[in-house]
């Protein structure tokens, strides 16, 4: 039986790939696209969620716009466009859907998800966390119905990418980051420590350009993009991480990495404000509501990440 799994994105460009992983996993029943801010305003990265199903085929599931800043200031800060492109895709022009966003909100999308499949239900963030903040807060017995929720976001062992302690994502609403961690909600964290591990080259783009289909070139253009903008900015990694996919191939395969089980905060003040870090007041609780990835198998994901890619091409 599929898993059934809720991806939460701000639709840049390692979401489109995270997207793509999943299209092209036959064991995944894919609800839904909840819609957030961060690479992109909410409303760019709706149409982007909705422009790529339909480029690759599934202009069936559903996308639901989400909160679109943080919980606690009404602006956000964009990354610089030299990363994702202007419009999120690595200035990458692909038609728009004929379809509409819904109108249920994204929160009441995940509520009535958590209601309907329990255990069932992976929730798969690889933006900011208010739109699960947000859920928790309005119907906070989710936090125990809910199977489990496998984050990008954060670092414990190295350093964060906004500067040395913070990572992007977090960065966004580290007070939404903070209570969904602290809530007892079942959270693996799959952040910086391991997905600057997992780096895509220009050589596995190319063999998305020999598959020439209208999906394949536009993995492979916006991917090059995205690649140049490493080469940029990130020249010692020789390739551009790949974040957010690997959030949806361990929710799909929790064998990719190995954990640390921990109970984590994030820092919402002083100087180091956005630190993913254990949380000393939990730290001899023998429960642990969270796993951190520290290790991940590259060359397994590598393999799995371009076959599912390249299936959801064809």
Known sequence: MAKKMILDLDTGVDD?????????????????????????????????SLAVLSLL?????P???????????????TPSADIHGKNGIGEVVIPDSNKEPETT??????IDSVKTYGKDLVYVPTGPLTNLDAAIKRAPEIVDQIGQVVLMGGALTVCG???????????????????????????????????????LTKKETQQWRDMDTPGSRFLADMTDFYIGAYAKFHPHLHGCGLHDPLAAAVAI????????????????????????IGDNT???????????????DV????????????????
């Open 16 to 48: 489109t790939l995270a997207l793509s992983y999943t299209l092209g996993s036959p064991d995944i029943d894919l609800l839904g696209i909840s819609g957030t801010y961060g690479n992109v305003v909410l409303k760019q990265g709706l149409r982007n």
């Open 57 to 61: 085929g599934h202009p069936e599931i």
């Open 63 to 77: 996308v639901y716009p989400g909160i679109d800043h943080p919980s606690d200031k009404d602006e956000f800060l």
């Open 105 to 110: 909100s994204a929160v009441d999308f995940i």
């Open 161 to 199: 990418n906004v500067n040395p302690w913070e990572e992007a994502n977090i960065s966004q609403d580290p007070e939404a980051a903070n209570r969904v961690f602290r809530s007892g909600i079942p959270a693996k964290m799959i952040g910086l420590d391991v997905t600057l591990q997992t780096l």
């Open 253 to 276: 395969d929790p064998t990719f990495v190995k954990t640390l089980p921990m109970n984590m905060q994030v820092d919402v003040d002083g100087p180091t404000r956005g630190r993913t």
């Open 282 to 296: 939990r730290l001899n609780d023998p429960r642990k509501t969270m796993e951190v990835a520290v290790q991940v």
């Open 299 to 314: 060359p397994r994901f590598l393999r799995e990440f371009m076959s599912r890619t390249s299936a959801a091409c064809r």
